[in-house]
């Protein structure tokens, strides 16, 4: 297990304290942090074109505004600089670990992963490089090299903010997310003042860990922060309509989506609005909007940065088409095998009557400890469909106690179960 060479999270009142600061900061511009690192970089390059740092952190600034935006055009952009920075200095350091970074913003994972290792040769202490094997070997289902690179960071700088935050996402795909949020807390303490997207990302984070652990009134006051801090912060707005969807507050749920689709316009995002639409109530638009996430989803199927999970969850569960769906898993199984993708693939193989196999691989997704409802309500379907009570009503009973939004439909399969004789280890459904 990962164990942060840091001293323990102070008083809630000096983080308290920090997001005081943090807000202020905010509100003496309209301009994100990345927006200012991206006019400080083009200045430098007015001033001499052939700076090649400068280019570097114009390329670092554009993968920075990547991430407030969802908008991976901005990756792009860095490559050009990227390209002006190296034909400057061919092979300069900084300039190739950036190159990783992108690699990794178009989920061209297996890439970035050669890049990284080849490049930690070269440097072994460099800090970020382990991040960056990090994130190439969690995307790839490579959980115990991630944990060793992710321990290096650790090791080498301890309490170093990038370090922490990939920690506590190993921490949650192990089970235990306690120790993840500990993490972030740690790391939302070590974010400076002016990075104000660094602090809403963390809070987010924080958010959805708590909303994982049925704590939606602690999910929903981090997630009112990030928002605060940054606003119109997507994946806040996107973990904040997941707690008022389980509240059953739907208009709000909505609006929430409709305001991420409209700041990151993503086939993804379409598609959970689709969904909210449909649980709403309001299925013609709903349909309307499963179409155009369909339409959207296909034009990027055979790219690596790609909305395939949820286009396998669309044929499986809403289209009922499942030969589709599971053309689109194993073509994504084929080049990633991490825990959701593993699940999307068990589910797309149950769909189609493969149970055998379905509960191998989502078995296998389990085996790495991640808790979330979503997986241990398909692994209690698969389970069911191949036969094995107890172990369905062991999967179930799990989505169950997690209490989120998934959670719901574990219950009502539990429910029916109770209704069935046979021997039951649910006597008691979590309400």
Same mark, same amino acid.
């Given at each position: 297990?990962?164990?942060?060479?840091?001293?323990?999270?102070?008083?809630?009142?000096?983080?308290?304290?920090?997001?005081?600061?943090?807000?202020?900061?905010?509100?003496?511009?309209?301009? !994100?942090?990345?927006?200012?690192?991206?006019?400080?970089?083009?200045?430098?390059?007015?001033?001499?074109?052939?700076?090649?740092?400068?280019?570097?952190?114009?390329?670092?600034?554009?993968?920075?505004? +990547?991430?407030?935006?969802?908008?991976?055009? &901005? @990756? !792009?952009?860095?490559?050009?600089?990227?390209?002006?920075?190296?034909?400057?200095?061919?092979?300069?350091?900084?300039?190739?670990?950036?190159?990783?970074?992108?690699?990794?913003?178009?989920?061209?994972?297996?890439?970035?992963?050669?890049?990284?290792?080849?490049?930690?040769?070269?440097?072994?202490?460099?800090?970020?490089? &382990?991040?960056?094997?990090?994130?190439?070997?969690?995307?790839?289902?490579?959980?115990?090299?991630?944990?060793?690179?992710?321990?290096?960071?650790? #090791?080498?700088?301890?309490?170093?903010?990038?370090?922490?935050?990939?920690?506590?996402?190993?921490?949650?795909?192990?089970?235990?997310?306690?120790?993840?949020?500990?993490?972030?807390?740690? +790391?939302?303490?070590?974010?400076?003042?002016?990075?104000?997207? #660094?602090?809403?990302?963390?809070?987010?984070?924080?958010?959805?860990?708590?909303?994982?652990?049925?704590?939606?009134?602690?999910?929903?006051?981090?997630?009112?922060?990030?928002?605060?801090?940054?606003?119109? @912060?997507?994946?806040?707005?996107?973990?904040?309509?997941?707690?008022?969807?389980?509240?059953?507050? &739907?208009?709000?749920?909505?609006?929430?989506?409709?305001?991420?689709?409209?700041?990151?316009?993503?086939?993804?995002?379409?598609?959970?609005?689709?969904?909210?639409?449909?649980?709403?109530?309001?299925?013609?638009?709903?349909?309307?909007?499963?179409?155009?996430?369909? =339409?959207?989803?296909?034009?990027?199927?055979?790219? =690596?940065?790609?909305?395939?999970?949820?286009?396998?969850? &669309?044929?499986?569960?809403?289209?009922?088409?499942?030969?589709?769906?599971?053309?689109?898993?194993?073509?994504?199984?084929?080049?990633?095998?991490?825990?959701?993708?593993?699940?999307?693939? +068990?589910?797309?193989?149950?769909?189609?009557?493969?149970?055998?196999?379905?509960?191998?691989?989502?078995?296998?997704?389990?085996?790495?400890?991640?808790?979330?409802?979503?997986l241990f309500r398909h692994a209690g379907e698969i389970a069911l469909a191949g036969g #094995?009570?107890?172990?369905?009503?062991?999967?179930?009973?799990?989505?169950?106690?997690?209490?989120?939004? #998934?959670?719901?439909?574990?219950?009502?399969?539990?429910?029916?179960?109770?209704?069935?004789?046979?021997?039951?280890?649910?006597?008691?459904?979590?309400?």
């Amino acid at each position: 297990m990962l164990v942060p060479m840091v001293r323990r999270l102070s008083s809630f009142a000096t983080v308290f304290l920090a997001l005081a600061a943090l807000r202020a900061v905010w509100g003496e511009t309209k301009f !994100s942090p990345a927006e200012r690192s991206i006019t400080a970089a083009n200045r430098l390059i007015e001033n001499n074109r052939k700076n090649f740092g400068a280019y570097n952190a114009l390329a670092l600034a554009l993968c920075r505004r +990547a991430r407030e935006t969802a908008d991976v055009n &901005y @990756y !792009s952009q860095a490559e050009e600089a990227l390209a002006k920075s190296l034909a400057i200095a061919p092979g300069n350091f900084d300039g190739r670990r950036t190159e990783i970074w992108v690699l990794l913003g178009k989920h061209q994972f297996t890439a970035a992963l050669e890049q990284a290792r080849k490049l930690n040769r070269e440097m072994p202490d460099d800090v970020m490089v &382990y991040g960056f094997l990090t994130d190439a070997n969690v995307e790839l289902g490579n959980y115990q090299d991630a944990e060793k690179a992710a321990q290096w960071m650790l #090791d080498l700088r301890p309490g170093n903010l990038p370090g922490l935050t990939r920690a506590a996402y190993l921490r949650e795909l192990f089970g235990d997310p306690a120790g993840a949020l500990e993490l972030m807390n740690m +790391a939302l303490e070590s974010s400076a003042p002016t990075e104000v997207e #660094d602090a809403a990302w963390i809070l987010t984070q924080m958010g959805h860990l708590q909303f994982g652990e049925g704590r939606t009134e602690q999910a929903e006051r981090s997630l009112e922060r990030a928002l605060t801090l940054f606003p119109s @912060y997507q994946y806040a707005l996107g973990n904040l309509a997941k707690v008022r969807m389980l509240e059953k507050r &739907y208009p709000e749920a909505l609006r929430l989506l409709r305001e991420r689709y409209e700041s990151a316009p993503r086939a993804e995002n379409l598609f959970d609005l689709a969904e909210a639409l449909m649980l709403a109530g309001q299925r013609e638009e709903g349909e309307r909007t499963f179409a155009e996430f369909e =339409a959207k989803s296909l034009l990027e199927t055979y790219r =690596a940065d790609n909305s395939n999970r949820q286009l396998i969850l &669309y044929y499986c569960d809403h289209a009922h088409q499942p030969r589709r769906a599971l053309e689109v898993a194993e073509r994504e199984f084929a080049s990633r095998q991490d825990v959701y993708t593993l699940d999307s693939y +068990a589910w797309a193989l149950h769909r189609n009557g493969q149970n055998q196999p379905a509960r191998r691989e989502i078995e296998r997704a389990l085996d790495v400890g991640v808790h979330d409802a979503r997986l241990f309500r398909h692994a209690g379907e698969i389970a069911l469909a191949g036969g #094995d009570r107890a172990a369905a009503e062991k999967y179930l009973l799990r989505a169950a106690e997690l209490n989120t939004f #998934d959670s719901e439909p574990a219950r009502s399969i539990l429910a029916n179960l109770r209704k069935i004789p046979g021997r039951s280890f649910s006597p008691e459904i979590p309400q």
